[in-house]
């Protein structure tokens, strides 16, 4: 079965960091880019970062500067570093495999991405 389990989600202060992990398993996703989503409360799910199989990276605009992604194949995982957090990054994040091998560029679309993980909540209070 194959599968995305996001995790390191908390409970945070306005300014915090925090590392967001994404395992997969069932199969290996290194010739898929991924990607992070996040949706807060009433608002719909959007792209956050992504990365190509490449290594190639993209960000939304919200938290250029601030986040990073980036992939450890060989661990088949994928990591969301953010810093500098701020409250209306609260969410719960979602990570999120390509439905097409060797995008070059990450998808920012929702429609672009076949499997997505369960989610994991970040909070952050000011």
């Known amino acids: 079965q194959v599968q995305l389990v996001e995790s390191g989600g908390g409970l945070l202060q306005a300014g915090d960091s925090l590392r967001l992990s994404c395992a997969a398993s069932?199969?290996?996703?290194?010739?898929?880019?991924m990607g992070w989503f996040r949706q807060a409360p009433g608002n719909e799910r959007e792209f956050v970062a992504g990365?190509?199989?490449?290594?190639?990276?993209y960000y939304a605009d919200s938290v250029k500067g601030r986040f990073t992604i980036t992939r450890d194949n060989a661990k088949n995982t994928v990591y969301l570093q953010m810093n500098t957090l701020k409250p209306e990054d609260t969410a719960v994040y979602y990570c999120?495999?390509?439905?097409?091998?060797?995008?070059?560029?990450?998808?920012?679309?929702?429609?672009?991405?076949?499997?997505w993980g369960q989610g994991t909540q970040v909070t952050v209070s000011s």
């Open positions: 069932g199969r290996t996703f290194d010739n898929f880019a």
């Open positions: 999120a495999a390509d439905r097409i091998r060797w995008r070059h560029v990450p998808s920012i679309r929702l429609n672009e991405y076949a499997i």
């Open positions: 990365i190509s199989w490449s290594g190639s990276t």
